[in-house]
């Protein structure tokens, strides 16, 4: 399982999720480009000394990564999706995908996935913010496919 960022505009959420990757052993793929220079102090501030401990992957489009992870069911984290996360059923290779912060996946991108899913929120909120709403999803997946780390599943 990969968690995916599609062109990230805030160097704080990337960093606050290089952590959680590191903490959760899961990869984190980056599809450029990003708002941010991967040297950005709120980069590096976000995500402390976990960074060197988090497995990063750079692509420098959609197309590069489609081809690089060819074969891996790519699920879409997004608003615009009616299928709930906690319903849905993840598999261990799938690769989570993240849109930017302002405007989420474009819709040519969304229609490249396989799949959608959304967090259920209370009515009149637009959105979480990126980093909680991708832990949030990842932990349900990698619960779901036994990947948590420590054997924290059903």
Known sequence: M???????????????????AACLGIPLDVVEPCGFLFTDKHLKRAGMDYIDLATTHRFPSWKALCEKRKGARRV???????????EFSFEP???????????????????????SVNIPMVSGVRSL???LAAAIVATEALRQTRQLPGGLHE
């Open 76 to 86: 879409a984290i997004t608003t615009s999706s009616s299928e709930k996360y906690h």
């Open 2 to 20: 990969h968690l995916v960022l599609f062109q990230p505009e805030i160097p704080q959420n990337m960093g606050t999720l290089m952590r959680f």
């Open 129 to 131: 913010n990126l980093a």
């Open 93 to 115: 290779d799938d690769l989570l995908i993240m849109g930017q912060e302002s405007v989420g996946l474009p819709r040519d991108i969304l229609d490249d996935c396989h799949e």
